[in-house]
């Protein structure tokens, strides 16, 4: 039940988060304080990254096991923790406001979550 609900509140947050990066880059970085140039088109990679792996995400939140779970756990996991050491030098950097920080908390959590499932509870088969 955890993991079904980890993968599912994930699926969603990288769903909505992707579809607004893809959609509307500017403000979302005005957010954050921080301004791009109409001719970076960096954020909305990342936004069609996440909502390919929201949609992963999406799909997995029914399998309990096997190998095609384990390989989206480590991958989720990896994710999250290098989207975590990223998180923190932006932040450390303060080329942004303050709202830079929720990203860190973000990633941490998520990298709990993911490491929990990865190398403290029983893997799946």
């Keep these: 039940m955890r993991?079904?609900?980890?993968?599912?509140?994930?699926?969603?947050?990288?769903?909505?988060?992707?579809?607004?990066?893809?959609?509307?880059?500017?403000?979302?970085?005005?957010l954050y304080g921080v301004t791009i140039d109409q001719s970076n088109q960096y954020p909305r990679f990342f936004g069609s990254a996440l909502i390919g792996f929201g949609t992963v995400l999406w799909l997995a939140r029914k399998i309990f096991s096997g190998p095609a779970l384990r390989a989206i756990l480590y991958g989720s996991f990896i994710a999250s923790l290098t989207g975590l050491i990223i998180s923190i030098f932006q932040a450390i950097d303060s080329t942004g406001n303050s709202l830079e920080w929720s990203t860190v908390i973000i990633y941490a959590l998520l990298t709990i979550g993911f490491g929990d499932f990865v190398f403290r509870t029983p893997p799946p088969k």
Excluded: R
């Design 3 to 30: 993991l079904q609900l980890t993968l599912t509140v994930t699926a969603i947050g990288s769903l909505l988060f992707g579809i607004t990066l893809l959609l509307f880059p500017d403000n979302v970085a005005l």
